[in-house]
């Protein structure tokens, strides 16, 4: 569960029943300024790669990009992501969905499923390294933003 979310106060959020659903789970919810994802800046990253990735794709038909979206949102899911070392669908499902490249025949051994066990505990194991590979690049990022800064002992 989350600690916390970042809402652009749409109604839906603003509601007797979401707030007492947030506050019942114990998730802090946090409104941004209408209309500017800057505010949060998951979103403005995220924004900023699904038009960079649209625009790679639309070319000079600009009316078409509707139609792209699906493929857009697939690709960007499936890509392994620099902070977290695993893509968004790995992290959520346990596995990358295939794609036509995948379906080329692989040996027996690389087609069996693996029992839920093991699947279990694949996503348990994964979902540990993403949160230490989010944290070692949390302390990175400190690190980085505090170097050649002052603090209280130096003044």
């Not at 659903?21 to 505010?39: A, D, M, R, V």
């Not at 390294?129 to 933003?145: H, L, N």
Request: with cysteine.
């Amino acid at each position: 569960m989350p600690r916390s979310i970042v809402s652009d106060r749409d109604t839906r959020f603003l509601s007797y029943f979401w707030k007492t659903l947030w506050c019942k789970l114990g998730i802090k919810l946090l409104f941004s300024t209408t209309c500017h994802p800057q505010t949060d800046g998951q979103t403005e990253v995220v924004n900023r790669t699904l038009g960079t990735l649209l625009r790679a794709i639309i070319s000079k038909n600009l009316k078409s990009w509707e139609e792209c979206l699906p493929f857009v949102e697939f690709a960007y899911n499936r890509s392994v992501h620099f902070t977290t070392g695993f893509s968004p669908f790995e992290i959520v499902y346990g596995f990358n969905p295939l794609t036509p490249m995948d379906l080329l025949s692989l040996p027996m051994s690389e087609r069996l499923n693996l029992d839920g066990k093991k699947k279990a505990d694949y996503v348990r194991t994964l979902h540990e390294k993403v949160r230490t590979s989010i944290e070692k690049k949390i302390q990175q990022y400190t690190r980085q933003a505090n170097k050649g800064k002052k603090t209280r002992e130096d003044q």
